[in-house]
């Protein structure tokens, strides 16, 4: 063998050896690559769950915040039909007492409440009846009230219900949000 084969045998072996290495430093480089990208899909994972966690909150919140806004107007609205049956009281007290019927004849009075509103309550037969109006619809002619209570009851115009025993309410009427009552009560 001459030299200069000898010599080139070294030059490939040598170039050989260098590419070996250089793919070692390549997989290596590779392998923590891969570690650093497992570990950043982790940390996302985790920060897409600490934000799906967040967003259930803030729903909850939103929900609790609009039945928080429901109840207050509620509120506002009973306090509204407080104000006017107060007023409706103060009349009532201030007027003359009616005549005495005669004892054989029992106590009625028809339409007493005219043009109750949605959201107010009617006081009947001398506050014997309290009758909260919740829904008119003109268009059926019917009306939705909770008569002395919180259940509540759907009366079509003509149709009465029982209120206490001696007493009975009717739905005299539906114009636009408003309802005409009528009872009627024993002696």
């Known amino acids: 063998m001459n030299n200069n084969t000898l010599l080139m045998g070294g ?20 392998a923590e690559i891969e570690s650093r990208v497992a570990a950043l899909n982790d940390r996302i994972g985790e920060l897409e769950s600490s934000l799906a966690e967040v967003t259930e909150r803030a729903d909850a919140q939103a929900a609790v915040i609009a039945e928080t806004a429901t109840l207050g107007s ?12 107060s007023g409706s009281v103060a009349q009532t007290a201030a007027a003359p007492a009616p005549a005495e019927a005669p004892e054989a004849a029992p106590k009625t009075a028809a339409a007493a409440a005219p043009g109750t509103g949605v959201g ?44 206490d025993g001696a007493c009975s309410v009717a739905l005299g009427g539906v114009e636009g949000n408003r309802a005409s009552l009528g009872y009627a009560c024993g002696s």
């Open 120 to 163: 107010e309550t009617a006081i009947l037969a001398d506050g014997a009846v309290r009758v909260f109006l919740s829904r008119v619809d003109a268009a059926s002619g019917t009306a939705r009230m909770a008569v002395n209570g919180l259940a509540t009851t759907t009366l079509a115009m003509g149709e009465s219900v029982a209120a």
């Open 11 to 30: 030059v490939v072996v040598a170039a050989a050896f260098a590419f070996v290495v250089t793919e070692k430093r390549s997989g290596t480089e590779d």
């Open 74 to 85: 509620r509120l506002a609205e009973t306090v509204q039909g407080l104000g006017e049956v």
